[in-house]
């Protein structure tokens, strides 16, 4: 990376989102673009998560993007070696290498209303600029590890799930798993057999639905590599079921009780003890936290070598852990399942804008991005899974490839205005869009389901989810509304001085947005 780099476009991470970027890009005729990437290789979650067990909870075929569909999925669900690997094909079909620059964490960019312009150092002393930053880091790629009293002298080994240490054998150990969500769900049942004792720290019981996989036939491959319709089809099929899933999300959360019911039952055929089953029996409206698929789970906690502690891990002495109930457990190893920084994303703190401060100052009281994709103060810097974008029932990358379709129009309005041009969100709009989704999610499951769940932010609002389906997404993202930005001027272009710029709090202005 030369000191004076500059390039249109410069995306920040190589997961799903930072590739379907890159791809869009080149589909787009803009190959002036770099990729920068903190790690040594794409994959993003997937390449971070590598822990025994570790898949995803969305079939394959839905879980791909679409104009890259894989008519060789091994199976239904597939496990992160494959995605990984898909990422790497994709990587290389797309011809994306050459953009990507690894070992390039960014450390801070600032936007630069002179040159409208993102100025970014990388760690390690790198420099460039771009004209419009994509921010693709993701939700799920800083751990997040609560501070428990007695961690730091704690004499075993401790990892999170995400940053999992594969050269610590955990044969025979004494291991506390900490967290019961979506990986401590697929790892316990992966360590169960080997470790000799394993204790399950379970501060709220998730719902558990059976895993129903099985492998993909050669047959099936055959026939989805002949006749490339029927991975479309099949596609099809796997998006609208979970689309006429959403209105009891969104809508409706009492029909949920019949799958409640399903899910007591899936526990009740693998757990006997009604001791154990009493802990394991969430207390909330299934669906308010996110379902979550094992058909091994609730075998692996009946094991005679599995202690389920029903409270959250409160203080570490020595090798002793202490729960918030008072019971105790010694152990050589801790494995934190405690997910990630979701609703505070560190690239926020690194992120500068039009007036001096940084995202998360601006986002103090809340994320909020104008149609999950650009933050008032901060042009011509849009966001790849954005405040309101994520999913309870579908899959992501449905998400990403709408906002994709909104990027692609984002620099085609860029194009149009001709000359230094930037875009700025409104407030008002953003606003605006975000009271939209605020109201609806008002009944949302996730709103009244009764629990507490990382979807939620400090301040107790869903920032995360978006309450609709993901039609509806693609619909409000298939192209910018420039009423919803001002326009942008280098100071000392015509353009500028023939249309001065005005803010829309000062006009009172207030855009109408649906949602």
Known sequence: MTEH???????????????GAAVRLRREGITDFVVLERAGSVGGTWRDNSYPGCACDVPSHLYSF????NPDWPRTFSGQEHIRAYLEHVTDVFRLRPHIRFDAEVERMAWDPERLRWDIETVGGGRLSADVVVSATGPLSDPRIPEIPGLDSFPGKVFHSARWDHDYDLTGKRVAMVGTGASAVQIVPAIQPKVGRLTLFQRTPPWVMPRVDRAISGAERR?????????QARRGLLWGIR?????????????LGFVERLARRNMARAVKDPALRAKLTPDYRIGCKRILLSSAYYPALTRPNVDVVASGLREIRGNTLVAADGSEAEVD????????????????????GAD??????????????????SAAGFPNWMTIIGPNTGLGNSSMILMIESQLNYLADYLRQLDVLGGRAALDARPSAVHAWNRRVQDRMTRTVWNTGGCTS??????????????????????????????????????????AAAAPATRDADRGERPEVTA
């Open 243 to 255: 689309e006429l899933q959403v209105q009891a999300f969104t809508r409706h959360p009492n029909q």
């Open 66 to 69: 679409s104009f890259a569909p």
């Open 223 to 231: 026939l989805h590599r002949r006749l490339p319709f029927t991975t």
């Open 333 to 352: 190893a801790i494995v934190f399942g405690t997910g990630f920084r979701v609703t505070d994303m560190p690239i926020a703190e690194r992120v500068v």
């Open 5 to 19: 780099e500059h390039v249109r476009v410069a995306v920040i991470g190589s997961g799903f989102g930072g590739l």
């Open 454 to 495: 990382w979807y939620l932010d400090a301040n107790g609002r869903n920032t995360t989810i978006w309450p609709g389906t993901t039609g509806e997404f693609r619909r409000a993202t298939r192209r910018v509304d420039l009423a919803e930005y001002e326009i942008l001027r280098a100071p000392d272009t015509p353009e």
């Open 356 to 373: 001096g401060r940084t995202l998360a100052e601006s986002w103090k009281g809340g994320m909020e991005a104008l149609r999950g994709a």
